[in-house]
């Protein structure tokens, strides 16, 4: 069966005339004759009645018009699933993040794409996230991760991962239960993390709760912050991703009250992006071709 004369027939029937059928399609009123009577010819039986005021399915046309609208659904489903195979036999996705989510959180998901993909190439640039940003807004990558939220409307965000904040004591600490309290911080010096975002999230959940926090260092490398603490020169508070790897001996806690911050991905707003990057998306998000892995 001709998937066109069916398209033509179900365009006939859409637009009540013959004559309106061959100006939509933009081919001529006897092609679309042609095809109908063709049409009718292989099925034979009458799928249209035609008078001088149009033309309209009869009753058996109106009951294949059902059969041929799912027939050229599942065709352009195909020629969808078709073209994106294609797309995905090559090109190339973008991505840049902040450090810790770039050490802890791609390498497994880069992994699995490329596995999947293999002709696809993926390069990842390490940013803070201003920098991502930047990136992101300059056409320079695709993919964007950085904590959120975000005060910007230029980017489509979601959740990937939450981080929790943790407070790293050097082993010389001694606490009389596992649980932190307050009364416990505020005995402490802390090495705090000289970057806008963590530290302003500490200072301020440290006010929320009106607690006063005695700061000794600020600084600028998380891996530094780490073992300063092994030496015991501090006590620190960082996102656990950021902590990674802990030494042996310097123990990890809760806040007396949690805090975490939430790891988004970003793409620019309101733009279309290639397969590949669509598929790494999907891969973030847990949709479309990577739906299965992630429920199962």
Not at 57 to 76: C, F, N, S
Not at 85 to 101: E, T, Y
Not at 103 to 108: K, V
Request: charged share 20%; net charge negative.
């Amino acid at each position: 069966m001709n998937l066109e004369h069916l398209q033509i027939f179900l365009t006939v029937v859409e637009c009540g005339s013959f004559s309106a059928a061959a100006l939509h399609l933009d081919i001529s009123q006897s092609a679309v004759s042609r095809a109908i009577a063709s049409l009718e010819a292989e099925l034979g039986v009458t799928l249209l009645t035609r008078g001088r005021f149009g033309a309209y399915p009869t009753q058996v046309g109106d009951r294949i018009l059902d059969y041929a609208r799912q027939m050229l659904d599942a065709r352009k489903q195909m020629e969808q699933e078709i073209n994106q195979a294609k797309g995905l036999q090559g090109g190339r996705v973008r991505i840049a993040s902040f450090r810790s989510a770039a050490t802890h959180l791609l390498p497994p998901l880069i992994a699995r794409f490329s596995q999947r993909f293999p002709m696809i190439e993926v390069t990842l640039t390490e940013a803070d996230p201003t920098g991502v940003e930047q990136a992101l807004r300059e056409g320079k990558v695709d993919i964007g991760l950085f904590p959120l939220p975000r005060a910007s409307e230029d980017f489509e965000t979601w959740e990937i991962a939450r981080d929790e904040f943790v407070v790293l004591l050097p082993k010389s600490v001694r606490l009389k239960t596992a649980t932190l309290t307050w009364k416990d911080l505020s005995r402490l010096s802390f090495i705090l993390y000289n970057y806008a975002e963590c530290t302003s999230a500490v200072r301020d959940h440290w006010a929320r709760w009106g607690q006063t926090i005695k700061v000794a260092y600020e600084i600028k490398e998380d891996s530094t912050i780490v073992s300063m603490v092994a030496q015991g020169l501090g006590a620190a508070i960082l996102p656990r991703l950021a902590a990674l790897p802990i030494p042996a001996g310097v123990q990890v806690r809760s806040l007396p009250e949690p805090l975490e911050r939430i790891i988004g991905a970003a793409v620019l707003a309101n733009v279309l992006h290639p397969p590949a990057v669509f598929a790494f998306i999907d891969l973030l998000r847990g949709t479309g071709l990577f739906a299965e892995e992630h429920t199962s």
